[in-house]
């Protein structure tokens, strides 16, 4: 049961957020079907990261498809006995690191059990772009609140839509395009796979925010020999370089770097 003492002393914070959704004895998600109608699922958190909460879907249920095509979703929070209800709005960010998965399984002995045989067939998952809000059905003023992304985690670069920036990716993309694919030593390597997969990662967001940008040059160019290559350092990108936003074209420039990216690589755990 949610006490008093839990809401009375409640910060708006991811730790004192998962802590509430521990005590819940009902929690569900709200998500978008298959068929596009609303939908909800039952589903527990299983730890706090970092400022992220993480939970589980597993590859073959429908709140892993539904939220792998629509990552907005809504959990919701009732306790009958105080009338206590929250409601937690974000987008579910799923990762394919190791160390999620065993820290999942970790957190949760049904989970272990479960897919003790396939542990691949479950998806860790984080909430990110959370926001928060008390509802008034048990007497308290409604409280609505942003919770901070969770560190960048998964989320990476993010351009602003300015003519600028737009003009100097383009000349980048050019530029990276009239380098090739010469052999190169292994750090020298890896350094050019991480910067190209930041120019993907910035040329998704640039093909959205102006539909009109030619963003061939990066497909040609990039070094990758797969696809699945090809995501893994993208997103491998994001989670090195972490949410900052992008401006003015001297961002564009310094994130790009080979010395940038040579300083986040040295800086990783």
Same mark, same amino acid.
């Given at each position: 049961?949610?006490? =008093?003492?839990?809401?009375? =002393?409640?910060?708006?914070?991811a730790? #004192?957020?998962?802590?509430?959704?521990?005590e819940?004895?009902?929690?569900?998600?709200?998500?978008?079907?298959? %068929?596009?109608l609303?939908?909800?699922? /039952?589903?527990?958190?299983?730890f706090?990261?970092?400022?992220? *909460?993480?939970?589980?879907?597993?590859?073959?249920?429908?709140?892993?498809?539904e939220?792998s095509?629509?990552?907005a979703?809504?959990l919701?929070?009732?306790?009958?006995?105080t009338?206590?209800?929250?409601?937690?709005?974000? @987008?579910?960010?799923?990762?394919?690191?190791?160390?999620?998965?065993?820290?999942?399984?970790?957190e949760?002995?049904?989970l272990?059990?479960?897919?003790?045989?396939e542990?691949?067939? *479950?998806?860790?998952?984080?909430?990110?772009?959370?926001?928060?809000?008390?509802?008034?059905?048990?007497?308290?003023?409604?409280? #609505?609140?942003?919770?901070? %992304? /969770?560190?960048?985690?998964?989320?990476?670069?993010?351009l602003?839509? @300015?003519?600028?920036? +737009?003009?100097?990716?383009?000349?980048?993309?050019?530029? +990276?395009?009239?380098e090739?694919?010469?052999?190169? %030593?292994?750090?020298?390597?890896?350094?050019?796979?991480?910067? %190209?997969?930041?120019?993907?990662?910035?040329?998704?967001?640039?093909k959205?925010?102006?539909?009109?940008?030619?963003?061939?040059p990066?497909?040609?160019?990039?070094?990758?020999e797969?696809?699945?290559?090809?995501?893994d350092?993208?997103?491998?990108a @994001? @989670?090195?370089?972490? #949410?900052?936003?992008?401006?003015? /074209?001297?961002?564009?420039?310094?994130?790009?770097?080979?010395?940038?990216?040579?300083?986040?690589?040295?800086?990783?755990?």
């Amino acid at each position: 049961m949610i006490s =008093d003492r839990m809401i009375r =002393d409640f910060t708006e914070d991811a730790a #004192s957020v998962m802590a509430l959704l521990r005590e819940a004895p009902v929690l569900m998600i709200g998500t978008r079907g298959l %068929d596009k109608l609303p939908a909800v699922h /039952p589903i527990r958190p299983l730890f706090e990261r970092d400022g992220a *909460l993480w939970f589980a879907a597993a590859k073959n249920t429908l709140l892993y498809a539904e939220l792998s095509l629509a990552p907005a979703c809504q959990l919701g929070l009732c306790d009958p006995e105080t009338g206590f209800s929250f409601r937690l709005s974000g @987008k579910a960010a799923f990762s394919e690191e190791p160390m999620d998965l065993e820290r999942c399984l970790a957190e949760s002995p049904a989970l272990r059990a479960l897919y003790a045989q396939e542990p691949a067939l *479950l998806m860790p998952f984080c909430l990110t772009g959370m926001s928060a809000e008390f509802d008034d059905a048990c007497g308290l003023p409604v409280r #609505s609140f942003i919770l901070p %992304d /969770p560190g960048g985690l998964l989320t990476g670069p993010v351009l602003k839509k @300015k003519t600028e920036l +737009r003009d100097r990716l383009a000349r980048l993309l050019k530029e +990276r395009e009239a380098e090739g694919n010469t052999p190169l %030593d292994a750090p020298a390597a890896e350094l050019r796979r991480v910067r %190209d997969g930041l120019l993907l990662v910035l040329a998704e967001q640039a093909k959205s925010l102006w539909p009109r940008m030619d963003i061939q040059p990066i497909e040609r160019a990039a070094c990758f020999e797969t696809y699945d290559e090809r995501e893994d350092f993208m997103r491998r990108a @994001k @989670k090195l370089i972490g #949410s900052v936003t992008l401006d003015k /074209p001297e961002d564009l420039t310094y994130l790009l770097s080979p010395d940038t990216i040579r300083e986040k690589l040295a800086s990783r755990p």
